[in-house]
Structure formats: structure tokens, C-alpha cells
């Protein structure tokens, strides 16, 4: 009895360092773990796979929709006008639409350099006047040169 208690044991202490084996790794790291880290590695490159895949979907959809722009435009050309005068109208009239970055950049500009200057000199208003024109001066330069990198302004 004491020889059979005591294979039991040493089989019990055999299986429990096979397990212990099996869960950690060849250098000592748990195996569960390192699965879960590849997991979630999988699943971030999965997303990155997916973003990669929306942002060629909207290219596509972006030429698609510049070509039927392209289409449209020579269909007007086509049945309005042969002169270049009436396409160039068309052209500027549809990038003319809200305010351009010059304006905003004014009228934000005069805004704070309104407040700046009213907080600044407190005496009947004139610092606020003249902070404001020369936010409005600046704000102008930085919009314009805006409108220019945008092609709005020549």
C-alpha cells in the first residue's frame, strides 16, 4: 500500500510540473498571457487593416465623384457656351460661396484685439479702437495669405 500511495504521489508531482511547463513558456512567461497579448495584437492590426481599407474607399469615392464633377462641366461647356468668358463666370462663381479667409480673419482680428486693447488701456474706449484696428490688420494678412495657399485669392 505504502508503494502504490507513493506512485500516486510522484505521478501527481510529475503531472503538476507538466502543467506548470505547459503554462509558462521557454523563458518563463505565462503562455496565457502571451496569448492574450497576440490577441489584441491581431485585433489592433485588424483595425489599422480596416482604416487602411475606409480611407481607399473614400479616395475612390472622392475620384468618382471629381470625374462626374469633370463630366458635368463639359456637358455645360457643351450646351451653354463656346466662349471661355461664360465658363471662367461659372467656374469663379461657384468658389465665391461664405466669407473668405481674409474677411473672417478681419473681423475675428478686430474682435480681439478689441478686448486685448479694452483690457489693456482702460481710458474712453481707446485702446479698444486701436487694438481692434490692429487685430483687424492682422487678422487680414494672416486670412489673405490663407486665401492665396487656397487658390481663392490670386
Not at 490577441?39 to 475606409?54: A, N, T, Y
Not at 466669407?99 to 481707446?126: L, P, Q, T
Request: proline share 0%; net charge positive.
Amino acid at each position: 500500500m505504502k508503494t502504490i500511495l507513493s506512485l500516486v504521489a510522484i505521478a501527481a508531482i510529475v503531472a503538476a510540473c507538466n502543467s506548470d511547463a505547459k503554462m509558462n513558456g521557454a523563458n518563463g512567461t505565462d503562455v496565457v498571457a502571451q496569448k492574450y497579448k497576440d490577441s489584441l495584437k491581431m485585433v489592433r492590426d485588424s483595425l489599422k487593416l480596416d482604416s487602411f481599407k475606409k480611407a481607399e474607399a473614400q479616395k475612390k469615392e472622392q475620384e468618382q465623384a471629381a470625374l462626374a464633377a469633370q463630366a458635368r462641366r463639359e456637358n455645360s461647356v457643351r450646351h451653354t457656351s463656346y466662349s471661355s468668358t461664360t465658363t471662367q463666370s461659372q467656374a469663379t462663381q461657384t468658389k465665391k460661396k461664405g466669407w473668405s479667409s481674409a474677411a473672417k480673419g478681419a473681423v475675428i482680428g478686430a474682435g480681439a484685439g478689441a478686448v486685448g486693447g479694452a483690457i489693456i488701456d482702460k481710458k474712453n474706449g481707446r485702446g479698444a479702437i486701436i487694438g481692434g484696428l490692429i487685430g483687424a490688420g492682422t487678422g487680414y494678412a494672416i486670412g489673405r495669405g490663407e486665401d492665396k495657399k487656397s487658390g481663392r485669392a490670386k
